[in-house]
């Protein structure tokens, strides 16, 4: 019920920056967490980045001090800003949002078709 349309990938050098954006369409369900997550090459899909509906977030490791993520509920929209890209950063990243149908009383997951973004030199 709820589309996911993700934006902002590309390629950039390292130490560059970009912006990635994920809305979220649909009507009859309520979003509760918002997440970005990737996948490289030969690797398991891994989370990047989450928030909540009252704004609380966390990162992975690597990407502490560097990603940031935020969300407008207004616009039913989570951004990724990543800063200081670097080649291990390369992956599609895709947008993931856990939303409870307004009819029942379980959660859902929605994945977008994700992005590609690659930091090369």
């Known amino acids: 019920q709820v589309q996911l349309v993700e934006s902002g990938g590309g390629l950039v050098q390292p130490g560059e920056s970009l912006r990635l954006s994920c809305a979220a369409s649909g009507s009859g369900f309520s979003i509760n967490v918002m997440g970005w997550y990737r996948q490289a090459p030969g690797k398991q899909r891994e989370l990047v980045a989450q928030?909540?509906?009252?704004?609380?977030?966390n990162a992975a490791d690597s990407v502490k001090g560097r990603f940031t993520i935020s969300r407008d509920n207004a616009k039913n929209t989570v951004y990724l800003q990543m800063n200081n890209l670097k080649p291990d950063d390369t992956a599609v990243y895709y947008c993931?949002?856990?939303?409870?149908?307004?009819?029942?009383?379980?959660?859902?997951?929605?994945w977008g078709q994700g992005t590609q973004v690659t930091v090369s030199s």
């Open positions: 993931g949002v856990r939303t409870k149908p307004d009819r029942r009383d379980s959660f859902e997951f929605n």
């Open positions: 928030i909540t509906s009252d704004g609380i977030t």
